[in-house]
């Protein structure tokens, strides 16, 4: 599947945009051959399986200009580097706990000259700092994951969606929300995207 099917969802995209969601494909290519940044037999499904599904997010919220958003356990950059690519006003602050993955975020960022995107090596519950919006990929525990970053959600709300954490997951998360025991909204990206591999998997919203 090449980047057709990101313009097929996305149809207003910018010229450039559609450059830059072009070159993904052969810069994680080429990192991927050096650092494992997504699993190799991913690696052709890359516009599918990572950045149509970090772009999920974009289909249940347009972030307002200058909105602040962290990207939790962003291992070489998904969710936020394809959002950061889709929305040039919103800053984007890209951290994992694995160094070499924040290098290749690094590189990725520079290569695309992505001015709205920084990074850092560092663990969730270590960031200074206050932002809109935490979002995560398939990361932790939703509950664990709420302890580690809910002090660091801003107290105004810019956007058409309080402040909070939104969550791509995927499977049976009955028992995961359960035991999280505070209210969430929960939508099936498969409402969005037609694709198979996206039969199971949902994003969690949890306002602050």
């Not at 998904?78 to 929305?87: M, Q």
């Amino acid at each position: 599947m090449d980047v057709s099917v990101v313009y097929e969802y996305f149809p207003t995209l910018s010229e450039k945009q559609k450059s830059q969601f072009q070159q993904l494909h052969p810069l994680y290519s080429d990192w991927n051959s050096k650092i494992n940044v997504v699993s190799r037999k991913d690696i052709d499904q890359l516009y599918v399986r990572h950045i149509l599904h970090s772009l999920a997010i974009a289909k249940f919220i347009q972030f307002a200009k200058g909105t602040k958003i962290l990207d939790i356990g962003t291992g070489g950059g998904f969710p936020g580097v394809p959002l950061a690519i889709l929305f040039p006003d919103v800053h984007f602050h890209l951290v994992d706990s694995i160094g070499k993955k924040i290098k290749v975020v690094q590189e990725v960022t520079h290569a695309l000259e992505l001015q709205n995107i920084t990074s850092e090596h560092q663990r969730a519950e270590k960031v200074k700092g206050q932002f809109d919006f935490v979002i995560s990929r398939a990361v932790a525990k939703t509950k664990l994951l709420f302890q580690w970053t809910h002090q660091k959600i801003r107290s105004n709300d810019s956007n058409q969606l309080e402040n909070g954490h939104i969550l791509l997951k995927g499977g049976d998360l009955e028992d995961e929300m359960k035991e999280f025991g505070r209210p969430y909204q929960q939508k099936d990206i498969s409402d969005f995207f037609v694709e198979d591999f996206f039969e199971t998997k949902k994003i969690m919203y949890i306002p602050k």
